[in-house]
């Protein structure tokens, strides 16, 4: 059986890709076949390398629009041929012309949406005052942070909390839902009606789907 | 020393308002003055007659405007000399005078503001996808639903819920966050610095300010 292959797009210090290398693809659950990041220097490349994974740094050319770039990313993933796109921290807004050509694409985002949707979430959580966030994954849609969510997961805002150590602590949260969630795609147990997503049993009766752990 | 007095405004079946009878009312906590609802045949106002509370129904006139109706209210509320205004399933807009001039006033919504505000909230939320939802009290300003969070409780969304059944589930944490939040206030424990609400620890070292229940 051909294994579950993955791209990752990936803007920044590459953790979720580190996640994903340590709990998907070594462990062989599915193969990440690239990962590709919009810039020359991310974290995310040099982890990729680091384990043997092709990186393809792309950064978009001098005055190239948003639609012309992404098309030269959908060539390079197209080109991968992968079941699943996984946006790892990629701080672009996809074209929706990007998102009708590829496979299906999820995104994990620091925050219980549709509260606190764009850039910033924590900082907006705790500028609201926010007693919970957590992060969501949802398949990507056109819109920004508005597609169908897959997986949540909630933790307490604290009191002494400033933006960096509430986005430290969603990014745990963040790391186990995207590794639970890719593994329910390559295990064929996503089932999506409309927006309503949920995790099926496997054959030993239990979900992968633990939205329950919070 | 003069116990603290509630006034609470209700529309509905009075659920949140026999918790406060419960555990506010009869355990000498804070004492229920009024209880006051835009319906005469109010759920609440049976609740309140039954614990012998003062109950007034007082429904708008017909033709009544939203503005003159609410000048009414605040006329009953304010000879009831209350410390804190409680909206227990209240189910219209407060208009900015009658919030200017009353003493805080506090509302419970079934969801986790700012996400699905407004009417019908776990509808809303099942519609969306949500896979976690949950309660949040919070200070009334003039907006629906927009006032600083005073505390918020979670719970999972689960595959077979309906509006109905979930709806359910969040009144449960409804009652003990608002009984939690009333007694904070009772015991002047609450301190608020523009959208930033935080419980402060009392004599004993606990914190009535438990948002991390979830």
Known sequence: MTKYRLAVLASGEGTNLQALIDEVHFPGIANIVLVLSDKEGAGAIGRARTAGITAVPLPPLPGEGRKLYHQRVAGVVQQASSDLVVLAGY?????????AQMPPIINVHPSLLPAFPGLDAPAQALAYGAKISGCTVHLVDQGMDTGPVISQRALPVLPEDTPDSL????????HAALVQAVTAFASGQVEIHYRNIQFKEDNHGNKTGVNQRI
């Open 91 to 99: 701080m672009r807004l996809l074209p929706s012309e990007f998102v």
């Open 167 to 174: 986005h430290n602590r969603i990014k745990f949260l963040e």
